[in-house]
């Protein structure tokens, strides 16, 4: 299984970014996808997820800012992230996640990095 995330950059306070995801070795379309962040010195932190069915939910500090979506024809979710602050600077990763009815499957790629100027 990988996760290949990228797409990070610099980029000034107010801009915006778009994150890719791209999976193979799993049957994509049936994953839970979700972000996560971790700025330096601080712990992994959930941003969004979008499930089988698209629907999304997002953590409180990007919602209405950060837009997640997937397109399972090329396996890749994506993390539009608009009006972008400081605080979120911070290495992003992709997880994918299945519910086996025992336990979860759960897969993650490296980081790509953000970094927010003021």
């Known amino acids: 299984v990988q996760l290949q995330a990228s797409g990070g950059g610099l980029v000034q306070a107010g801009g915006s970014l778009r994150l890719s995801c791209a999976a193979s070795?799993?049957?994509?379309?049936?994953?839970?996808m979700n972000w996560y962040r971790q700025a330096p010195g601080k712990q992994r932190e959930w941003v969004a997820r979008?499930?089988?069915?698209?629907?999304?939910n997002y953590a409180d500090s990007v919602k209405g800012r950060f837009t997640v979506s997937r397109d399972n024809a090329k396996n890749t979710v994506y993390l539009q992230m608009a009006n972008l602050r400081p605080e979120d600077t911070a290495a992003y990763y992709c997880?994918?996640?299945?519910?086996?009815?025992?336990?979860?499957?759960?897969?993650w790629g490296q980081g790509t990095e953000v970094t927010v100027s003021s």
């Open positions: 997880n994918a996640g299945l519910w086996s009815g025992s336990g979860w499957y759960n897969y």
């Open positions: 070795g799993i049957i994509f379309s049936g994953y839970d």
């Open positions: 979008i499930d089988p069915g698209s629907k999304t």
